[in-house]
């Protein structure tokens, strides 16, 4: 284990470079979850597995080593000439049930590249890569229907939309006492998504099957804005206040759909007749803007405690294309989040390895925007992290400490019902990153002056 943790800039960042080659590759391939098929499907809750496993309670927190992109208020707090780099990851694992079955899925996903360029003392600014939303489906059902015999309906999908940004945090008010800061990002979105759906008559000959199959192309741009409060009222005592609001979005889209009649032979889909085929239905999918208010106490410099709410009212999702097509109806969704931190000693001290490790633990509950026969989908989950920090090099000097940082944690949940029809999913999410700095003392973007 020392020697896992014992390395230097030059090392991490080409394992970050690797790691992030090797995750993106497959990023558009991510999404397992059958309730993925509404809408753009399921929203990235994972900024930075040091957050998601505070339950997502982040919107309030900020860190000089650690970038929290959910707020970019936070930027502000970044140590002048000392910029972050972080790449993150997850492993999905769903075990799925419904009445009538059960199954199991995994999936492995890139969740975020991030860097952070402190400017000044005041000013900060980000810049990274992110999934938006994941879709990922293969859903069979099978009926009985009366006069017809056996009909199998078949739903599948995949693709995804991404976010790349660039944003900025400033100080407005930075006192011993009190601080107050803004920011914003500025996200540009963009990706495709595939879907299907069929119908098929495994015990007639004569009968057609049936498709609809879409492929949509969307772009765009969102802004978040941010704004953090912090008073410290003892030396051991402080509170943080942080709000950020994601304005509402046109996304620009253009879809590609067809309707025909298919037969199956030997494994392959013929197309008998097509019904009807689009090649450029242009519209704009409308995305509401989405609000987090948050709360946080810190005790003793070491024990933090965080809860945020946030509120999303999907029901105003809308889509508008040129020709009319198949629209998913989705509801409100709210968010309540909790967690905490604590460390034994900070990253500065020179008390033992496992003193300087961060511990974190959260919990979520959340309605989430899916409804299904009239049922809106729930989900919660329980989760507890590890941030440990990266030995200096052996030839470092004792006062050029290592700033960088491993995150890990898992996720325990689950999120539907086997009620009225659905599937309910009990997932596991197993969260890893790295937070890249330079050592302490060994700043960048630093002039060097001569005589």
Do not use: C
Request: aromatic letters at 12%.
């Amino acid at each position: 284990m020392k020697y896992f943790f014992t390395t230097h800039i030059k090392t991490s960042l080409l394992l970050l470079t690797f790691v992030v080659f090797g995750l993106k590759s497959n990023a558009q391939e991510t999404g397992i979850s059958p309730y993925s098929r509404l809408g753009l499907g399921d929203a990235n809750k994972s900024f930075s597995p040091a957050y998601s496993t505070m339950g997502g309670a982040s919107v309030s927190l900020s860190d000089f080593n650690l970038l929290n992109n959910s707020n970019p208020a936070s930027y502000s707090k970044m140590m002048q000439h000392m910029p972050v780099f972080e790449v993150d990851g997850a492993t999905q694992l769903l075990n799925l049930k419904s009445t009538t079955g059960s199954g199991s899925e995994s999936a492995t996903t890139f969740t975020r590249l991030a860097i952070g360029i402190p400017v000044n003392k005041r000013l900060g600014l980000s810049l990274g890569l992110l999934p938006y939303t994941t879709t990922g489906y293969d859903i069979t059902s099978t009926n009985n229907e009366q006069g017809i015999g056996e009909v199998s309906y078949l739903f599948n999908g995949k693709g995804g939309i991404n976010k790349t940004f660039i944003g900025a945090g400033y100080s407005l008010l930075d006192k011993d006492s009190i601080k107050l800061s803004v920011g914003f990002n500025f996200g540009f979105l963009f990706g495709n998504i595939e879907k299907a759906r069929r119908v098929e008559y495994p015990e007639d000959d004569v009968a057609l099957n049936s498709l609809l199959r879409q492929k949509t192309g969307h772009n765009g741009f969102n802004f978040d804005i941010g704004l953090q409060y912090t008073q410290k009222v003892t030396s051991k005592f402080s509170y943080s206040l942080g709000a950020a609001l994601t304005t509402s979005t046109n996304l620009n889209a253009n879809r590609e759909e067809i309707k025909a009649s298919y037969t199956n032979f030997s494994g392959s889909e013929f197309i008998r007749d097509t019904i009807s085929y689009v090649n450029e239905n242009k519209g704009t999918m409308k995305i509401p803007l989405s609000l987090r208010l948050g709360g946080s106490i810190n005790l003793n410099n070491n024990l933090e405690i965080a809860i945020q709410y946030q509120m999303q009212d999907w029901s105003q999702f809308d889509e508008d294309f040129t020709v009319s097509s198949v629209e998913d109806s989705l509801a409100s969704s709210n968010a309540l989040s909790f967690g905490l931190r604590y460390t034994p000693s900070d990253v500065f001290s020179s008390a033992n390895y496992y003193e300087r490790i961060e511990y974190r633990f959260g919990f979520r509950y959340e309605n989430t925007p899916m409804q299904f026969n009239n049922t809106q989908i729930t989900e919660f989950g329980t989760s507890f992290g590890l941030g440990f920090p990266i030995r200096k090099s052996a030839t470092s000097k004792n006062e050029f400490k290592s700033l960088s940082m491993i995150n890990v944690g898992v996720d325990f949940g689950k999120r539907g019902t086997t009620d009225n029809g659905l599937i309910q999913e009990n997932f596991t999410h197993v969260y890893f990153g790295i937070s890249i700095m330079p050592q302490a003392r060994n700043r960048w973007f630093v002039k060097r002056k001569f005589n």
